[in-house]
């Protein structure tokens, strides 16, 4: 049941956590479809400690506890009533948010250094005492880190970068020649397998569906605005850091697309993805998390992107892989990707493609939701 319950809430567009987006459908008050953002506790009831914040973060912030602690929401929560208050771990909860919040004020000037995973590390009761591990001499990763991070002078620029995987996936010309992408496939999280379509149009329109014995999980996005629907449930938008997830992975899609989606792309020292050696480019935007962007030096091709969604307690990663890559029209295309996250991964794999075939804009059109039944509830 878990298995289905994360790829029904998220698996699509890998933009929401399994038991949050849950919570997110019996918990929020119906939008009054005002334009102006709002905080935590104008969206949900009995918000005590994270009150001010922008209520489109609340449900990240729950899946970034549920990640660092290795539980799900019913550890702090009661199913369909997360307003009360009946468990005592709710209570801890709440504690442990003010305590990290105080630790940060008043020894980092409020800056973000201490998280629930910074103790927690997927265990809901920190380990306290330090444990001896069997090989001698082993240390943590950040421990084995330099002071100074190494010199990028060597490493190629960004636009040398941007070109060379320009070049690998068939050049500018074709890459900029494809305008519309149809892959049908399968979607597979440990031994279960489900029928999945993706329907692109570039710059920026792309809905994932995924088809579940009952009924069908969508994510899409057209340029200006999100949707997520589950089976069973009524369409609902995304949120804007939901939404920038699934722009980019839209703009993502079509590589000719990838410059223009940062403000500045940065050089960082190289890494190794499953043993091969990769250049990483770090991109910025306007007050939104980097993402970082690994190529491989031997064949030029994106293998991997980092992205972060910012919450009030700490940043939730997703990470995607790529490979497989085929020809297709001249262009390179990745048939097969992995997204994980802190409770779970999924890996789609491309059996038919088509490219440049005529797609109407109303196949992205948002569909239109019945009148509210949601309940009103808390985290």
Request: charged share 25%; with cysteine; hydrophobic share 35%.
């Amino acid at each position: 049941m878990r298995v289905k319950m994360l790829l029904s809430t998220c698996v699509a567009g890998a933009v929401l956590g399994s038991g949050a987006s849950t919570l997110r459908a019996q918990s929020a008050r119906p939008s009054t479809g005002s334009a102006a953002p709002r905080t935590t506790e104008q969206v949900y009831k009995n918000i005590q400690v994270l009150k001010g914040f922008p209520s489109e973060q609340l449900v990240p912030a729950m899946q970034f506890v549920a990640a660092s602690l290795g539980v799900q929401c019913d550890f702090c929560h009661l199913e369909n009533a997360f307003e009360k208050d009946d468990k005592e771990t709710k209570q801890t909860a709440r504690k442990m948010m003010g305590m990290m919040f105080a630790i940060n004020k008043d020894n980092f000037d409020g800056q973000q250094k201490v998280t629930c995973y910074a103790c927690h590390r997927g265990a809901h009761k920190p380990v306290i005492t330090p444990t001896i591990g069997e090989e001698e001499g082993k240390l943590v990763a950040e421990e084995k880190m330099p002071p100074d991070e190494p010199n990028a002078a060597s490493l190629p620029s960004a636009d040398q970068i941007l070109g060379r995987y320009l070049q690998a996936v068939g050049g500018v010309d074709a890459a900029s020649g494809i305008s519309t992408r149809i892959q049908k496939g399968t979607l597979i999280v440990g031994s279960e397998r489900f029928l999945i379509e993706v329907v692109a149009k570039a710059p920026d329109k792309r809905v994932t569906t995924v088809h579940f014995p009952g009924g069908d999980s969508v994510t899409g996005i057209n340029g200006e605005e999100g949707w997520l629907s589950t089976p069973g449930r009524a369409a609902h938008d995304m949120g804007p850091s939901e939404a920038d997830a699934a722009r980019m992975d839209a703009a993502l899609f079509l590589p000719a697309s990838l410059k223009r989606l940062f403000k500045e792309l940065r050089v960082e020292p190289q890494e190794q993805i499953s043993g091969q050696e990769a250049y990483v480019l770090a991109g910025t935007r306007d007050n939104l998390p980097p993402v970082h962007l690994y190529f491989d030096q031997q064949s030029g091709l994106l293998v991997r992107v980092l992205r972060f969604v910012e919450t009030p307690l700490g940043r939730n990663p997703t990470l995607i892989d790529y490979a497989d890559y085929r020809d297709q029209g001249g262009v390179k295309t990745p048939f097969r990707w992995t997204i994980a996250r802190p409770n779970g991964r999924f890996t789609v794999e491309i059996e038919q493609m088509q490219q440049n075939v005529p797609i109407k804009d109303d196949r992205f059109a948002k569909p239109s939701a019945p009148a509210s039944r949601q309940e009103p509830g808390d985290m």
